[in-house]
């Protein structure tokens, strides 16, 4: 069974910056996809960034040039380096980790950590 763990969210003004860790447990498979995906009050959860095993990115356009995603394949873990932050950045966020087999597919979710982002 494959645990993700997130750390780091809290309350931050506006402009500053904060950094989420995902830390992956279990049995993974090498090639993988890890994301960050956020939830705000009301909304439908979205997707921030990913990265590849290889260290392909993409974000999307509302964080990009202020986040930056990285990941330590050694230790199973994923980065999120948030600067500029924004109002409208406050959501709960989730670690997401998957990669396909020949006969399945595999997804996995962290529990969310908070990001809260004051005027």
């Known amino acids: 069974q494959v645990q993700l763990v997130e750390s780091g969210g809290g309350l931050v003004q506006a402009g500053g910056s904060l950094r989420l860790s995902c830390a992956a447990t279990?049995?993974?498979?090498?090639?993988?996809?890890m994301g960050w995906y956020r939830q705000a009050p009301g909304k439908q959860r979205e997707l921030v960034a990913r990265?590849?095993?290889?260290?392909?990115?993409n974000y999307a356009d509302s964080v990009k040039g202020r986040f930056t995603i990285s990941r330590d394949n050694t230790k199973n873990t994923m980065y999120l380096h948030m600067n500029s932050l924004k109002p409208e950045d406050t959501a709960v966020y989730y670690c997401?980790?998957?990669?396909?087999?020949?006969?399945?597919?595999?997804?996995?979710w962290g529990q969310g950590t908070q990001v809260t982002v004051s005027s």
């Open positions: 997401n980790i998957g990669w396909s087999t020949a006969w399945r597919e595999y997804n996995y």
């Open positions: 279990g049995t993974i498979f090498s090639i993988n996809v």
């Open positions: 990265i590849t095993s290889g260290g392909t990115t």
